[in-house]
Nanobody
Framework: VQLVESGGGLVQPGGSLRLSCAASGFTFSSYAMSWYRQAPGKERELVARISSTGISTYYTDSVKGRFTISRDNAKNTVYLQMNILKPEDTAVYYC???????WGQGTQVTVSS
């Protein structure tokens, strides 16, 4: 199983980023996928989750209306579109699959002027 995140970087407050997580080694379309984040000195937290079909989504309160999770089962990829970014969104973002509780290596997102 391999999950590879990309798309992180440095962005100014109010800006946008789109994270991608490319999956391999399992039947991607059969499993829910999630994005987590961990800021320095804080516990890892669930940001968003999407069902295997993409019909059902969940967002933590702090990102509702700003972030959108989506997936392309034909490309074995899950996305996190992040808009109106705030300094408190700064963290390492991780992709997680419900298949064997698999995690990616993370991608850094820094929101700063």
């Amino acid at each position: 199983v391999q999950l590879v995140e990309s798309g992180g970087g440095l962005v100014q407050p109010g800006g946008s980023l789109r994270l991608s997580c490319a999956a391999s080694g399992f039947t991607f379309s059969s499993y829910a996928m999630s994005w987590y984040r961990q800021a320095p000195g804080k516990e890892r937290e669930l940001v968003a989750r999407i069902s295997s079909t993409g019909i059902s989504t969940y967002y933590t309160d702090s990102v509702k209306g700003r972030f959108t999770i989506s997936r392309d089962n034909a490309k074995n990829t899950v996305y996190l579109q992040m808009n109106i970014l705030k300094p408190e969104d700064t963290a390492v973002y991780y992709c997680r699959s419900s298949y064997r509780d698999s995690w990616g290596q993370g991608t850094q997102v820094t929101v700063s002027s």
